[in-house]
T-cell receptor, first 113, second 108 residues
């Protein structure tokens, strides 16, 4: 089944404790992206990647890191999480072709205490 | 910068029609997507417009006017399962910028 998977789905952590949210897709998509979704603000892009070893900042990259060592994986790293990073996170992927929709993972709900 | 506006909430009756408007002012434009998002779930693709005009897909239609920076999503024959958030998103050079979403509540 074609899909985007994220792990973990739910995470409670404390300020400053490094964490990684994994994202994997099995559709051979070149493009991958991370978003956060907060009430009243909608989805905001954190980082995106056009292909392996190519990443770029989105609208809200502060406090996050990403890597794209393999085509299928695009982990999101929070080196020192803070309470303002409490949010719902979505990973998405797509082909690099005009009009191609992005396919979203199921989401990761993060609470930073 | 990107500015994408849509109403926060709309309520309609089962079987009725609802139109969700989206206006945008963005630094670039390659196309406009509409997504549906049920509470606690991932967004799912509804439609894509790149040229002016109306695209119809079953009960859902989407319209675009590039000169006016305006789009709408039309939901016909509303069903209870259509209660969800509807997200307008502009794509520019593979970068997707979203509006805050419109929550549609369908009443029996």
């Amino acid at each position: 089944e074609a899909q985007v998977t994220q792990n973990p789905r739910y995470l409670i952590t404390v300020t400053g404790k490094k964490l990684t949210v994994t994202c994997s897709q099995n559709m051979n998509h070149e493009y991958m992206s991370w978003y956060r979704q907060d009430p009243g603000l909608g989805l905001r892009q954190i980082y995106y990647s056009m292909n392996v070893e190519v990443t770029d900042k989105g609208d809200v990259p502060e406090g996050y890191k990403v890597s794209r060592k393999e085509k299928r994986n695009f982990p999101l790293i929070l080196e020192s999480p803070s309470p303002n990073q409490t949010s719902l996170y979505f990973c998405a992927s797509s082909l690099r072709r005009e009009g191609e929709t992005q396919y979203f993972g199921p989401g990761t709900r993060l609470l930073v205490l | 910068g990107q500015n994408i506006d849509q109403p926060t909430e709309m309520t309609a009756t089962e079987g009725a029609i609802v139109q969700i408007n989206c206006t945008y002012q963005t630094s670039g434009f390659n196309g406009l997507f509409w997504y549906q998002q049920h509470a606690g779930e991932a967004p799912t693709f509804l439609s894509y417009n790149v040229l002016d005009g109306l695209e119809e897909k079953g009960r859902f239609s989407s319209f675009l006017s590039r000169s006016k920076g305006y789009s709408y999503l039309l939901l016909k024959e509303l069903q209870m399962k259509d209660s969800a958030s509807y997200l307008c998103a502009v794509i520019n050079d593979y970068k997707l910028s979203f509006g805050a979403g419109t929550t549609v509540t369908v009443r029996a």
